[in-house]
C-alpha cells in the first residue's frame, strides 16, 4: 500500500510519551516495519516543525523523514486543490486549503490517505479520496 500520512498521525506517532492507543497510529508503526511506501510532502514536516519544541524533538522529526519521499506539488497541483475545496464548499462541506492539498496529492499520486482527520472522510464523498479505515 502507499500512503501519505496526515501530521494528524504524525503528530500522535511522534509524542515523546507513548502515543495513544489509536488505530492509525498502530498502522503506522506496522506499516513502517513492513516497509511500505510513505509518502510526505514539505507542508507536513513544517507542520510538524512547528508544533513541537526543543532540539530533541527536532531531529526526531528530522530523522523520521529524512528517508521518506517528498512530494512537491506543482502549479497543476495546487489548481486542482481550489477546484476541490470550491466543489466541497458547494457541497456545504468546509475544507481547510492545507488539505485540499494533501487530498489533491493523494488523487494525483494514488494514494491512501492514513489520518485521524475527519476532514479527509469528507472530502471522500466529493472526489474519489481513498481514506484508511480500521
Do not use: K, N
Not at 497510529?25 to 516495519?33: G, T
Not at 514539505?42 to 517528498?70: K, S, T
Not at 485540499?100 to 492514513?114: D, G, R, S
Amino acid at each position: 500500500m502507499r500512503l501519505f500520512v496526515d501530521t494528524s498521525v504524525w503528530s500522535l506517532a511522534l509524542r515523546r510519551d507513548a502515543p495513544p492507543r489509536v488505530p492509525e497510529v498502530d498502522f503506522l508503526a506496522r506499516a513502517l516495519e513492513a516497509g511500505e511506501e510513505l509518502f510526505t510532502t514539505g507542508l507536513v514536516l513544517q507542520e510538524l516543525l512547528q508544533g513541537f519544541q526543543g532540539a530533541r524533538a527536532r531531529e526526531r522529526i528530522l530523522d523520521a523523514f529524512a528517508a521518506l519521499p517528498l512530494l512537491v506539488p506543482d502549479r497543476a497541483a495546487h489548481v486542482a486543490a481550489a477546484d476541490l475545496r470550491s466543489a466541497c464548499r458547494r457541497r456545504g462541506l468546509q475544507v481547510e486549503t492545507i488539505d485540499a492539498l494533501y487530498a489533491q496529492l493523494c488523487l494525483q499520486h494514488e494514494l491512501t490517505m492514513l489520518t485521524t482527520d475527519a476532514d479527509f472522510r469528507h472530502i471522500a464523498r466529493v472526489r474519489p479520496l481513498v481514506v484508511w479505515q480500521a
